[in-house]
């Protein structure tokens, strides 16, 4: 079953009622959800992921900053708040060595990755051995995949980071649809986010958050049924 991770976040930035939301799913099925490195201050998402750790639950930080120096002081603040995962970023070179002993698992950005809201760049192959070298690097434990932000094939995209990967590839940006959620899982991605279509309440459900994340993890046991 490809993982769903509720991320608190829209147009690429922390909502700004995220622990307000977040008292909404206290008692539901999800097992993961995260916040972006941007939109709210580092003692709310401190509390966020305090909250998400109480629960039992896999907290991540995405990193969506776009200068190295901000990216890094993101990692750092991710040290401090204490996540289970960071996800993102392009600078591992940085970030690494910054994450080194934390025990929180770092899954960078595969690809050339530009701009805020952030796309992806590069050619199916040439993101598959972007993908390569950074899973064969130590301290990288996984890869976040901006597939549906790239204008090309995405399918091809997603299976050639999957098969390229030595760790798990969460598919992540601009997944709106059942359609979305059965291919990256046939693909074998281990896992995907939404955040805005939650948000925006575009998913065929009742127009809350709580609605909109119940029927995404139907929606995602569902398909990994029909792969099995």
């Known amino acids: 079953m490809a993982e769903f991770i509720f991320m ?3 147009h ?3 909502v700004p009622d995220a622990l307000e939301v ?9 097992r993961h959800a995260g916040f972006k490195d941007v939109g ?15 629960d039992g639950r896999t907290s991540y930080l995405e990193v969506v900053s776009t200068s190295e120096e901000d990216e890094l002081r993101s990692i750092r603040a991710a040290r401090e708040i204490g996540v289970d995962v960071v996800m993102g970023g392009t600078h591992p070179d940085g970030a690494v060595p910054l ?16 701009g805020h809201p952030s796309v992806l760049e590069g050619t ?6 972007s993908a390569a070298d950074l899973s064969s690097r130590p301290g990288v434990h996984g890869l976040d995949l901006l597939a549906y932000r790239h204008a090309g094939d995405v399918p091809a995209i997603i299976r050639g980071v999957v098969e390229a990967s030595s760790g798990p590839v969460v598919v992540a ?14 693909l074998g991605a281990w896992g995907f986010t939404i955040g805005g279509a939650v948000f925006e309440g575009v998913l065929p459900a009742g127009p809350s958050v709580r609605e909109q994340v119940d029927w995404t993890l139907a929606c995602a046991g569902e398909a990994a049924a029909r792969r099995a």
Request: hydrophobic share 40%; net charge negative.
């Open 22 to 30: 977040y008292e909404t799913l206290r008692d539901s099925a999800l």
């Open 40 to 54: 709210l201050p580092l003692d709310a998402l401190g509390a966020l992921a305090r909250r998400m750790r109480e």
């Open 12 to 14: 690429d930035a922390t």
């Open 99 to 114: 994450l080194e002993g934390s025990g929180i698992r770092y899954y960078p950005f595969p690809g050339r990755v530009v």
């Open 173 to 186: 940006g601009s997944i709106d649809s059942a359609e979305r959620i059965d291919a990256v899982t046939a």
């Open 124 to 129: 199916p192959d040439e993101i598959a051995a």
């Open 8 to 10: 608190l976040t829209h």
